[in-house]
């Protein structure tokens, strides 16, 4: 398992003096990056293919709070991937320093190809190495349908 460990300052608090949404949704970030860096998808790389990742989906549980001064320990396990790699699932937990867990997060996500705007599959290099990435217990081979599970769809304002 990917581990990252963060403190929290003050610009990650929010009005209620715990930690701010948005700044959950900052270290699950700057913990994804780092996981894919250690696992040969850094922000090179990923330009050399001109592909980038994209979220579909954040759903974050809060268990307990965190406050200004404390130090959070963020996880990323790999909860799911496509065949072919267009798509992932990737799971992140936060613990405090006494290791209690405070909050996890689903994160659904895909590959496009940053000129047509389009998803794709990963090519045959990054394949290889995605298909060595870490798996969590509750692991899933994904397919197109997991990623409308939710059934929210667009609605235009007309």
Known sequence: MYKKDFEIRWSDVDANSHLANSAYVNFMSHTRVGF??????SMKELINHGIGPVVFSEQIYYFKESFLGQTLTVTLAVSGLSEDGMFFKFEHNFYNQKG??????DILGAWINLKTRQLISLPENLLSLIAQFPRSENFKTLTKEDTRKSGKKPINLS
Not at 36 to 41: M, P, R, V
């Open 36 to 41: 894919l860096n250690t696992h040969g998808f």
């Open 100 to 105: 209690q867990h405070v909050a996890t997060c």
